[in-house]
Every structure is written in C-alpha cells, then in structure tokens.
C-alpha cells in the first residue's frame, strides 16, 4: 500500500499556513540545520498532528509505516521530520510498533544523523521496543554499540535513559565498553547522561561504575555522570 498522501499534503499546508520567518531562522542557526525550517514550534507542532490523525487515522499499518516514511525521506523542512517522527510514535499507532519496524527507527538515526532525530528516536522508540522485546532488542544494541555509524552507538548508549530501575544495568554498561575511548563530543555526553539518568534511582552503582572506571571515562563522561550526586544524596 501506499502512504496516506492527504495526510501528507494536510502536513505540509498546516506548516505552510502557521510558518513563522522570524523563528525559522533562529532554529535553523540553533541546530545547525542544513535544511531550513518552517518556524513551527512543538506546541503548534503537536496540534497539528493531533489534527492529522483524528482527519486521517489509521488502521494499517503498512500505510502508516508508508506515510511516516514520505514525511521523512521526501522533507524539504525539519519540522516534517519531526512530525514523521511524531505520528511514528503517536499512542494511537502503538499496535503497529513492533520489533519488525526497528529498521525504520534505524534509517531514521542515521540519516537523520543529528541529536534532535536521534534523541527522539532512541529514548522514546528504541525504548519503547527494548521494553516489550528485551531479549532480541539488547542484541540489537550490543550490535550497535561498535558499530561504525557514530549516531547508533550513541542510540545504544541512550536507549535506556529514564527506564529508573527497570535498567538492564549488563546492558547498558555493555554498550558503554566499546565507547570509553571514543573521542566524540555526542558519545562522550551520550555516557554521561546514561549515568546521569540511572543515578536518579541507583546512585552508589554510578559511583561505583565511574571510580572503577576514571582513567578510562572521559572528563565530560564522569562530569556528567555525577553532575546531580549532591542533590539525590540531600533528597534521600
């Protein structure tokens, strides 16, 4: 099947009809963005799709995964993107996100290649599969881990962020190893908010986890890691 091109052409004629110059240039300069924006900020964003899919709810899933792809590989602004990734995770689609669309959330990491797609992918999806497939899922992100594509090891790093203690600990230390030495700005904040997030619920692991650890961990990593230790100790 096809993707839901009224959908799509709802999409783009919402952004067209809300665009904001003044704003789209100050986040295009903010994330660096080679492809300009509509000036649409998440609020109206969210709006937006919320309309969308209440016009055009689906009851396919090859016609979903169809139309989260044209938003994707054929945007000609960022905010399409985003809304690619927003109807990709809407509630509504929850049945259609099983294991088998993980090839999907990949594409999107790595052409996507930047921290604002693949944030939103790995603590959100990647999570989201990883909960309901642990087993198939923590193979995928070893996989990941030592790859070569850099925005997939950070994914594998981060996938966990905000699981507090439901945390497969083996798992997220696993994927940490092959990047303790990686000189990358995103990997090395990548470790640190991964332990950072896990801190929250488990602290003396994370304290543990960068004493055995601080010659191999970079400045930023550790820094990171323990940036909120005084205040969970004050909490508890």
Same mark, same amino acid.
């Given at each position: 099947?096809?993707?839901?091109?009224? *959908?799509?052409?709802?999409?783009?004629?919402?952004?067209?009809?809300?665009?904001?110059?003044?704003?789209?240039?100050?986040?295009?300069?903010?994330?660096?963005?080679?492809?300009?924006?509509?000036? #649409?900020?998440?609020?109206?964003?969210?709006?937006? #799709?919320?309309?969308?899919?209440?016009?055009?709810?689906?009851?396919?899933?090859?016609?979903?995964?169809?139309? #989260?792809?044209?938003?994707?590989?054929?945007?000609?602004?960022?905010?399409?993107?985003?809304?690619?990734?927003?109807?990709?995770?809407?509630?509504?689609?929850?049945?259609?996100?099983?294991?088998?669309?993980?090839?999907?959330?990949?594409?999107?990491?790595?052409?996507?290649?930047?921290?604002?797609?693949?944030?939103? #992918?790995?603590?959100?999806?990647?999570?989201?599969? *990883?909960?309901?497939?642990?087993?198939?899922?923590?193979?995928?992100?070893?996989?990941?881990?030592?790859?070569?594509?850099?925005?997939?090891?950070?994914?594998?790093?981060?996938?966990?962020?905000?699981?507090?203690?439901?945390?497969?600990?083996?798992?997220?230390?696993?994927?940490?190893?092959?990047?303790?030495?990686?000189?990358?700005?995103?990997?090395?904040?990548?470790?640190?908010?991964?332990?950072?997030?896990?801190?929250?619920?488990? *602290?003396?692991?994370?304290?543990?986890?960068?004493?055995?650890?601080?010659?191999?961990?970079?400045?930023?990593?550790?820094?990171?890691? *323990?940036?909120?230790?005084?205040?969970?100790?004050?909490?508890?």
């Amino acid at each position: 099947m096809t993707a839901n091109t009224q *959908l799509v052409d709802d999409i783009r004629r919402a952004l067209a009809d809300n665009a904001n110059p003044g704003k789209a240039e100050g986040m295009r300069a903010y994330m660096k963005s080679e492809m300009p924006y509509r000036g #649409v900020q998440k609020p109206a964003r969210r709006k937006l #799709v919320n309309a969308a899919l209440r016009a055009h709810p689906f009851d396919d899933k090859t016609v979903w995964q169809s139309t #989260v792809f044209e938003l994707w590989r054929s945007a000609e602004y960022r905010e399409e993107r985003y809304i690619a990734l927003d109807i990709a995770g809407a509630p509504s689609c929850r049945a259609f996100r099983t294991l088998d669309t993980l090839p999907m959330f990949e594409e999107f990491v790595v052409t996507g290649a930047w921290w604002d797609y693949v944030d939103d #992918v790995a603590t959100h999806r990647l999570r989201e599969l *990883l909960e309901h497939y642990p087993s198939d899922m923590a193979g995928q992100m070893r996989s990941w881990s030592h790859g070569e594509d850099m925005w997939k090891r950070r994914s594998s790093i981060i996938c966990q962020i905000n699981r507090k203690d439901q945390t497969d600990l083996d798992l997220l230390f696993d994927c940490i190893e092959p990047n303790l030495s990686h000189t990358d700005f995103f990997i090395r904040k990548g470790i640190g908010w991964a332990l950072r997030s896990l801190a929250w619920t488990d *602290l003396a692991t994370v304290e543990d986890y960068v004493a055995r650890n601080r010659d191999r961990l970079s400045t930023l990593s550790a820094r990171e890691a *323990l940036k909120n230790a005084a205040k969970i100790r004050r909490s508890s």
